[in-house]
C-alpha cells in the first residue's frame, strides 16, 4: 500500500523526532565534547587471563564527580574472574564456592567496582587511585581529573583473539545520569619511561565511552536562578516549585532540629534534608546587575546552598551570557572561557580559589559564596533593555538551572509596562474634548 505525500511527511516527521531525540538525551550544548572515556590496558598474561590497569579519563568541562564517588560497573563476557585488585575494590565478592585454595577477590558476572578512600596501605595503591571516588572535571583540575585501578582477570582468554571484551559497562557518578557505550578495541596505549628514552606499550588496549544526561539522573532542576538590578526595586525569585515540591520533607531555618548532632552528616542514599522555601531546590544563584559606568558594567553572583547534608567541594558555574567575552576582572572567583564553537565566546566557567571558596558549605551561616564580576561594554550590543544583562544559561555542578520566565525579568523604569487606566485614560482625552466641542458649537 502506498503512502500519500501528508503520511509520507507525517512518517519522516515522527521519524526524525525519534532519531534527535534518541542521540540528544547525552547532548550538552555548551560541552558538546565532554565525555568520561574508561580505558583498559592489558599490561601482562597471566597463565588464565590477564592484568589490566584500567584508567578513568574525565573530559567533562565543569561536570565532576563528588563523595561517595564513582561506582564502575560491568557484564563477563564469558566465566571470568577477578583474582585481585589494586587501587580499587569490588562492593561484594559473589559465589566462589567452587574455588579451592585461592579464593578470587571477586566471582560476580556483574561486578560493582569502587574506589579506595585515602590513606589505604602504600601495596594496595597505585597512581591516581584511592581517592575516594572523587574526580575533577577536566575544566578546573585537569591533573585530578583522572581515576584509576588495577584489576587481574582469571578464567579469560590469554591472547589477543581469545580475550573477549566486557559489555553493558555501567558508571554511577555517585548518582544516575550516565550511559556508557560498547566497549571498542582502539590502538594499544604507549608509555614513556621516566627519563623519555624507552617507549613501551599495552598488550592490548580498548575503550569506553559514558556520557551524561541531567533527564535520566532527575526528574527535576536540582538548581535555580533569581535576578535583581539596581535600576529597578523589584528582586525576581525563582519560580515556584522549580525543583519539584512533591515529596519532600523540609524544615525551617529557626527549626530546633537543626540543633541536633549530626544533623548535616551524609546520607548512604545522599537523601537531602532541604531548608523551606518556595523553590525547593538544594541550590540557588543570584545575578545582581550592580553598577553602570561608562564603559564598564559591574554584576555580582552568590550562589546560596539549602541542603542541610551536602556541602559541594570544587564546585563550578557555567553562565552563557554575550558580554562574557569582554570580562575584565573577577572578584573572589576563578574565571575560565569555554569556547566551545570556535570564535563564540559567550559561556564562561566559575568555580572556587583553592582553600579560599572551592567548597560551599551546607546551608546555615556559612552556606554561600559570592563573587563580583566586571565586564567591559560593547558599544554594538550592550543595554539594559529586555533582560539583556541577565545570564541566557546557567549550570551548577554541570546541571542546568531552572530560570526566572523572560517576561518577569527586571525591567528599565522607562520601560515598564503601560497599566491599563493609562490607556484608558489616554483615549477619553480626546474623546471627551470632541464632546466638549460638539456641546459648544451653536445649533
Known sequence: ?????????????????????????????????????IKWDVMSWMADGYVAVVTMNN???????????????????????????????????????????????????????????????????????????????????????????????????????????????TLLGPGLGYTCGPAKVVPSTTFLSADKRRKTQALMTWNVTCTYSQFLASKHPTCCVSFSSFYNDTIIPCPSCACGCENKNCVKSDSKILSTPGINTPKKDNTPLLQCTHHMCPVRVHWHVKLNYKEYWRSKVAITNFNYRMNYTQWTLVVQHPNLDNVTEVFSFEYKPLVAYGSINDTGMFYGMKYYNDVLMEAGAYGNVQSEVLLRKDADAFTFKQGWAFPRKVYFNGDECMLPPPDVYPYLPNSSPVSARVILHNLAAPLLALLLLQMAAPW
Open 1 to 37: 500500500m502506498e503512502l500519500n505525500r501528508t503520511e509520507l511527511r507525517c512518517v519522516l516527521s515522527i521519524t526524525v523526532v525519534l532519531l534527535l531525540s534518541s542521540h540528544a538525551v547525552a547532548y550538552d550544548p555548551l560541552d558538546p565534547t565532554g565525555n568520561i572515556t
Open 59 to 169: 573530559f567533562q568541562m565543569y561536570r565532576q564527580i563528588m563523595s561517595p564517588g564513582w561506582t564502575m560497573g560491568w557484564t563477563w563476557a564469558k566465566k571470568e574472574v577477578i583474582w585481585s585488585m589494586v587501587g580499587a575494590q569490588a562492593t561484594e565478592q559473589g559465589d566462589c564456592s567452587k574455588f579451592k585454595g585461592n579464593i578470587p577477590h571477586c566471582c560476580k558476572r556483574t561486578p560493582a567496582v569502587v574506589d579506595l578512600l585515602p590513606g589505604v596501605p602504600y601495596n594496595q595503591q597505585i597512581a591516581n587511585c584511592c581517592k575516594g571516588g572523587v574526580v575533577a572535571s577536566y575544566g578546573q583540575d585537569p591533573a585530578a581529573a583522572v581515576s584509576a585501578f588495577q584489576v587481574s582477570v582469571g578464567l579469560s582468554g590469554t591472547s589477543n583473539k581469545t580475550v573477549k571484551l566486557p559489555d553493558n559497562f
